[in-house]
């Protein structure tokens, strides 16, 4: 769930410096020691050793080229991205552009099995692209193959809806949710917070609103614009991740950015062997500020096609967010307010994702000192 800002590239400085690399097999306080600095200097850090297997990353990689590779029709019978689907350069509600395309799915089982069941197995009409309505949404499996969210639940779908093989987007989500949780742990630990699930948990429950999103930025051609601005065109500009926690991986092409200080950004090397992992907003909130939601962006500036899968963890929409009582202290006194994720997420939704959102959450105590 990010969007990208319409506005054009600033006066910006690239610096490039390394980021921190966590190994998940070295001894385990030495992990949470260094992913904790890594969220409190970066709200970034990349993994390797995370125990994911290549075959479930490269089947799930295979699934979503294939999809991108489809004619744009095809692709578009997906239904658009409200908020499930397939977008193209249009994200989100307002207004936000960027040279992306991408499939964005709900990860929640139980809603998928749910949406499932609204079909009748017996009714053979056929999706006809015309009959919208984008106010209903649905997932519905056929042997092992996934089709996306539609738009009616009142119509059954072409065989050419079926995009993805969902046993493999569910081994991948599977997966990535794991290593989400292991990292999660890991903070909580590192923290010294004695429930060490306190964060884990609000991304396994089986109502947890997480999302994966596939992104696929379309590379130059050999006749497009030779101009400096042309290598800097914008594929999702700069935001931070509302979520929990982001775990991303790409296909080896660069393009991602985050950014510490206002007008520079830090490129981030492309890594067969990692997952790059970033805070999100609710994890700042819930750390009472300790760790920081990093802003990114990603630029489409490559002859070669970028594509990307990110898993956003993220708690179910009634979810109190608050932070764990040991990193409430005197000498840092609560910086947020509690809230559900329901609310932040309206919040979300109702700003341009280029706009700092938490604030809005800060807790009336601190405002006043």
């Known amino acids: ?48 050793n995370h125990g994911v297997s290549q075959d479930v990353i490269a089947r799930m990689e295979s699934q979503s080229l294939e999809f991108f590779a489809k004619p744009v029709p095809e692709k578009q019978l997906a239904g658009p991205a409200n908020p499930h689907g397939y977008g193209s350069k249009n994200i989100g509600f307002n207004g936000d552009v960027g040279e992306v395309e991408y499939l964005l799915l709900s990860t929640n089982s139980a809603s998928i099995s749910q949406m499932s069941n609204v079909i009748s197995p017996h009714d053979p ?4 692209y015309g009959d919208w309505n984008p106010t209903r949404y649905l997932i519905k499996f056929e042997t092992d193959l996934l089709v996306v969210p539609s738009i009616s639940c009142e119509l059954y779908f072409d065989p050419k809806l079926l995009v993805l093989d969902s046993s493999a987007a569910r081994r991948y989500v599977e997966a990535v949710r794991g290593l989400a949780c292991e990292i999660l742990e890991l903070m909580a630990e590192g923290l010294w917070v004695s429930d060490t699930s306190a964060f884990s948990r609000l991304i396994r429950a089986a109502d947890s609103d997480s999302l994966l999103r596939l992104n696929h930025y379309p590379p130059l051609t050999e006749d497009s614009d030779k101009s400096p601005s042309s290598f800097r065109r914008i594929g999702f500009g700069e935001h931070t991740d509302p979520q ?11 393009g991602l950015q ?8 830090i490129p981030v090397a492309p890594d067969s062997s990692a997952f790059c992992v970033n805070v999100g907003d609710v994890l700042q909130a819930m750390t009472n500020g300790r760790f920081v939601s990093v802003r990114h962006r990603a630029l489409a500036n490559s002859y070669q096609p970028r594509m990307s899968m990110a898993y956003f963890g993220a708690p179910s929409l009634h979810a109190r967010v608050c932070s764990p009582p040991e990193l409430v202290t005197p000498q840092r006194p609560r910086l947020y307010r509690t809230f559900t994720w329901a609310e932040y997420k309206k919040a979300v939704y109702t700003l341009r994702l280029g706009d700092g959102r938490l604030n809005i959450f800060r807790s009336r105590t601190v405002d006043e000192e």
């Open 258 to 265: 985050i950014s510490l200080e206002d007008g520079v950004w």
């Open 125 to 128: 009409t056929p999706f006809r």
């Open 1 to 48: 769930m990010v969007v990208a800002t319409p506005n054009p590239i600033r006066s910006e400085k690239i610096r490039n410096i390394e980021l921190p690399i966590i190994d998940l097999s070295a001894e385990r306080p030495e992990v949470s020691g260094l992913i904790v600095r890594a969220c409190q200097e970066f709200g970034f850090f990349k993994v390797i």
């Open 244 to 254: 929990i926690l982001t775990v991303l991986r790409s296909n080896g092409v660069g």
